[in-house]
């Protein structure tokens, strides 16, 4: 039985940081690329960013430059560091973790991912 379990999200003001955190526990050796998506209200749910097993990385566009993807593995905990925030980054954060996917163009596709968390708030004002 696979758990992911996000953490971090809060309330900040344009410009702050946050740093979400992910504990997986379970069946977590058949991960093969683990990213977050968030969805905002009326709005799909988007990659944000992933990283697979072999350390390799994508982001989205929109947050390039701002987010840090990151893993410890030894911890089983997965991590996305935001910084300069911006009141469009305002959404609910998902964990998500494949057994399949590549880091290829269906990196962001949510269809791709077979586990996902609850989610974390986060909410940027201006």
């Known amino acids: 039985q696979v758990q992911l379990v996000e953490s971090g999200g809060g309330s900040v003001q344009a410009g702050g940081s946050l740093k979400l955190s992910c504990a997986a526990s379970?069946?977590?050796?058949?991960?093969?690329?683990m990213g977050w998506f968030r969805q905002a209200p009326g709005k799909e749910r988007e990659g944000v960013a992933a990283?697979?097993?072999?350390?390799?990385?994508k982001y989205a566009d929109s947050v390039k430059g701002r987010f840090t993807i990151s893993d410890d593995s030894a911890k089983n905990t997965l991590y996305l560091q935001m910084s300069s925030l911006k009141p469009e980054d305002t959404a609910m954060y998902y964990c998500?973790?494949?057994?399949?996917?590549?880091?290829?163009?269906?990196?962001?596709?949510?269809?791709?991912?077979?586990?996902w968390g609850q989610g974390t708030q986060v909410a940027v004002s201006s």
């Open positions: 990283i697979d097993s072999d350390g390799s990385i």
């Open positions: 379970g069946s977590t050796l058949n991960f093969n690329c």
């Open positions: 998500a973790a494949s057994d399949h996917v590549l880091l290829g163009a269906n990196w962001g596709n949510q269809y791709e991912y077979n586990y």
